[in-house]
């Protein structure tokens, strides 16, 4: 990483870098260097409104992706492993955006810590799962994918605080919620190892959450608005789906995101446990 590079321009170059392995790699390499110091500065390269992505997988609506049944077999295990690894390689697209898009708002240090953090962590995420896909005979781009994942991004672009309104605390809350279950399938069908990594990334979505809140907060206070009905507002106008039910509870108040926040937006609200 060159010492006279700023940090959103080395931030864009892996935006625009399709290999999603070569991506993780270099989102790496990124966040070494932003922890020792050797950019000269935050820098105001823009970044692309779409990052590039390989020619396979094939992206389909959200409906059009097939579901397959997690088993013994390794055709439900590889579908489940490669949904995940799509969603960690749009998660470091995410972060990384994050940490390059909004440099003229005169943010602190810590949000660029917090957010590379962030990518650093969602890039080892999907290495580690391609590495479970080699395990069982697969790899990234063998099977359809949804596109609906920078859906959210692109429509917040222009507003930090929406931005932090859904990715982190709609997206990435969703994870918290989902995957228990599947560490739960996995385990249950005889895969201790693909379990584990998803344990190692629920562990870490903990974290990536309270990111989240912790800088929605902080927006929030800078502009004197109310987070809770504020969160609401950004909500109902920027993600076009439902809140689903049962929630995880506990990892959500983990991450310092009480149920005042989702529980009135919720699908159904007898699935909420009120917030303490």
């Keep these: 990483m060159s010492h006279q590079s700023t940090l959103s321009s080395a931030i864009v170059i892996a935006l625009e870098t399709a290999n999603p392995h070569e991506k993780a790699l270099a989102t790496r390499d990124i966040v070494a260097a932003w922890r020792a110091n050797q950019f000269s500065e935050l820098g105001r390269t823009p970044p692309p409104d779409r990052p590039a992505r390989p020619a396979k997988p094939t992206l389909l609506p959200p409906r059009g992706v097939p579901r397959r049944r997690i088993t013994a077999g390794s055709a439900g295990r590889i579908a489940l492993l490669h949904a995940i690894a799509h969603i960690e390689l749009n998660a470091i697209d995410l972060a990384l955006d994050m940490a390059c898009r909004f440099v003229g708002q005169n943010l602190p240090k810590d949000f660029y810590n917090d957010w590379l953090g962030v990518a650093d962590d969602e890039s080892r995420h999907f290495l580690m799962l391609s590495d479970r896909l ?33 990715a982190p605390l709609v997206l990435e809350a969703r994870g918290l919620d989902v995957t228990p279950a599947m560490i739960e399938k996995l385990t249950n069908v005889g895969d201790p190892d693909s379990a584990a990594a998803l344990n190692i990334i629920m562990t870490d979505e903990v974290g990536h959450v309270a990111v989240g809140k912790r800088w929605f907060d902080y927006v929030c206070g800078l502009d004197r608005l109310d987070p809770v009905s504020s969160w609401h507002r950004l909500v109902t106008q920027y993600f076009h789906g439902d809140l689903k039910p049962p929630f995880n509870i506990a990892a959500r108040r983990a991450a310092k995101f009480s149920s005042a926040f989702y529980g009135p937006l919720a699908e159904r609200d007898d699935l909420v446990a009120p917030a303490r």
Excluded: S
């Excluded at 697969?138 to 917040?156: C, E, I, K, S, V």
């Design 134 to 166: 080699a395990h069982l005979g697969a790899a990234y781009g063998d099977l359809p994918a949804h596109d609906g994942l920078w859906q959210a991004a692109d429509a917040t672009k222009h507003d930090l605080l929406a931005r932090l309104a859904i």
